[in-house]
Nanobody
Framework: QVQLVESGGGSVQAGGSLRLSCAVSGGTRWMGWFRQAPGKEREGVATVFTGTGSTFYSDSVKGRFTISQDNAKNTLYLQMNSLKPEDTAMYYC????????????????????WGQGTQVTVSS
């Protein structure tokens, strides 16, 4: 059983930065950050294949967000820079030990463990 606990959300002005953290217990193969804004579907933001460290980003955050993992601390991070109002959403940490084949690692349906979420609000 994998448990995920997010922290680090908050309110920031456009152009600012935040770092989200996700404390992980249990083994995983894929981990990632997803977000869901009111009235919108949950979407993948950034994911990592824990074995090799290969990362994947949505086009909307590429170049602004960085996903990283600290194996010694069992923690997943999302560094978010140059934040925009459209980044406002509930952010979720997710994980799976299943293989992801013939499918994008950014698709939420590929993940079966989820944290409770942390709110990020960016004001203009």
């Amino acid at each position: 059983q994998v448990q995920l606990v997010e922290s680090g959300g908050g309110s920031v002005q456009a152009g600012g930065s935040l770092r989200l953290s996700c404390a992980v217990s249990g083994g995983t193969r894929w981990m990632g950050w997803f977000r869901q804004a009111p009235g919108k579907e949950r979407e993948g933001v950034a994911t990592v294949f824990t074995g090799t460290g290969s990362t994947f980003y949505s086009d909307s955050v590429k170049g602004r967000f960085t996903i990283s993992q600290d194996n010694a601390k069992n923690t997943l991070y999302l560094q978010m820079n140059s934040l925009k109002p459209e980044d406002t959403a509930m952010y979720y940490c997710a994980a799976t030990y299943f293989k992801i084949q013939n499918s994008s690692p950014l698709l939420p349906r590929n993940y079966n463990y989820w944290g409770q979420g942390t709110q990020v609000t960016v004001s203009s």
